[in-house]
């Protein structure tokens, strides 16, 4: 059997909007929406957790710090190190 990648956060999604819904069903007596809106929103939670991409880990412990080529720091990261995210130079 082939298994999927990327579809092991939708039950962590469903659980936590369920237990959520649960919660505040119980606290305003209207169980029935707020166990359907909690699974609704865990699951688009979970889809959107799975679909997002997984960082690459680093042992190095420098992520992002600048990498010193002819005395101009280029940086890992992709921005120019000005703080704002912008790649420019």
Do not use: C, F, N, Q
């Amino acid at each position: 059997m082939k298994t999927r990648k990327g579809t092991e956060m939708l039950p962590i999604g469903v659980a936590l909007g369920v237990s959520i819904g649960a919660a505040i069903g119980a606290a305003t007596e209207d169980m029935g929406l707020w166990l359907s809106l909690g699974v609704a929103i865990g699951a688009g939670m979970g889809v959107a957790m799975s679909a997002r991409p997984r960082r690459k880990t680093d042992d190095s412990g420098d992520a992002g710090a600048p990498i010193i080529h002819d005395g101009r720091a280029d940086h890992a990261d992709g921005s120019d190190g000005g703080g704002d995210g912008g790649g420019g130079d």
